[in-house]
């Protein structure tokens, strides 16, 4: 198996980064927000919202700038325990310009006793993999909406980089428990009974660079695999790099891999039956 | 992949069989393409002879629901033979398509 490390905060930060640049993921996601999202929600005068695994803001960001448009009266609660990655946050947060009624950033994971509910709005972005209790996290968070109040998660489908994390992520960390799709909330959202939406965003990553090995290509790699690569045995990782290609199309010479955004859409309804 | 083509009631009916992947489904999302710019938004797709869909192949599956979607079409699929009914269990496309056990039921879908 070679010697497998975790990332570092920083290298995750840098892995991040190489990925967003290749993917059209977050376009797609934006796009799906003002077109689809947003507007459905304007025609009130105020909003809270609560942010789960913030992370650097990312995300966050787009969605305030949007709500802002619509909703003049925004408070906006983040919760990360990564406390580099809320001072990031924090910056660019006050560096945007944006202007919210309020905002917070909580140091604090996502469990039963974080605070008081009261939202109207809380989104879980691509965060999940990184809750152990997914169904708690899950039901927690709709717990926290008031009547009427949404519950957005996004979330990777079993397609794209979570066809390759079933295939090699246990043989090249030892473990798989970020291993977690789509698939497992729709049974966890089946098992509450919460009535949801869902719909499947189409969006590509362009891992030519991770088919050429470049330096780009392995920290894309890094962020498929969620760890520090280098020390990975060398068949292993000419095994991963070839089921990618497999799994991608190729259009003038690069490489796509379809990787789409699933996007689930819980509306609080005072029920809690399918 | 074979692919073929017919029409009825102004319903195009395209049938595949084989094994839509990385290498086929360009001809697949071709065809598609050009039945979606003819303003065509009511497609059946009959998968009956499909023994393996790639996420590739899902993925032109996908893109031209999205594409008719906006004008009130649909992509409706018939026969999904048991591997390829798992991959859309698994990947939720179960929720985004409707799938018929005929091309008879599915065009009747279109008339109502």
């Known amino acids: 198996m070679g010697s497998v490390k975790p990332l570092t905060d920083m290298e995750y930060a840098e892995c991040f980064n190489a990925f967003k640049s290749v993917s059209s993921e977050w376009m797609a996601i934006e796009e799906w927000l003002a077109k689809d999202f947003v507007p459905s929600i304007g025609g009130r005068k105020s909003a809270k919202v609560l942010s789960i695994g913030s992370g650097t803001g990312d995300f966050d960001l787009i969605l305030m700038r949007m709500l802002l448009d619509e909703i003049p009266d925004l408070s906006y609660t983040a919760l990360d325990p990564n406390e580099s990655h809320n001072e990031i946050f924090l910056d660019r947060y006050k560096n945007s310009g944006l202007q919210l009624a309020s905002f917070r950033i909580i140091a604090k994971p996502f469990c039963e006793d974080s605070f008081e509910g009261g939202f109207d709005l809380i989104h879980l972005t691509h965060c999940l993999y990184y809750i152990p209790d997914r169904k708690m996290a899950i039901k927690r968070a709709y717990d926290l909406l008031n009547p009427g109040g949404i519950l957005l998660i996004f979330h990777q489908t079993p397609l794209g980089i979570n066809e390759i994390q079933r295939a090699y992520l246990k043989r090249a960390k030892g473990h798989e428990k970020e291993l977690f799709s789509s698939y497992d909330i729709i049974q966890i959202l089946k098992e509450l009974k919460l009535k949801f939406n869902f719909d499947i965003l189409i969006s590509d990553v362009d891992v030519t660079d991770c088919i050429n090995e470049n330096d780009i290509g392995k920290k894309i790699l890094n962020f498929f695999m969620e760890s520090n690569l280098e020390g990975l045995d060398g068949a292993l990782r000419d095994e991963i790099i070839c089921a990618l290609k497999d799994v991608s199309r190729n259009e003038g010479g690069r490489y796509f891999l379809f990787h789409p955004s699933g996007i689930f859409w819980i509306k609080k309804d005072g029920s809690m039956q399918v | ?112």
């Open chain 2, 1 to 112: 992949m074979e692919i073929n083509q017919t029409k009825i009631d102004d319903v195009p009916i395209v049938s595949v069989s084989g094994r839509i992947d990385g290498t086929t489904s360009k001809d697949l999302e071709t065809i598609l393409n050009e039945l979606i710019n003819q303003d065509m938004s009511k497609i059946v797709l009959d998968l009956e002879g499909v023994v393996y869909i790639s996420s590739v192949g899902l993925r032109v599956l996908l893109s031209a629901l999205k594409k008719v979607r906006p004008n009130k079409g649909d992509v409706k699929l018939v026969s999904l033979q048991p591997f390829v009914r798992e991959v859309f269990e698994i990947t939720g496309f179960t929720k985004l398509f409707t799938i018929y056990p005929s091309q008879g039921e599915a065009l009747g879908c279109f008339k109502v």
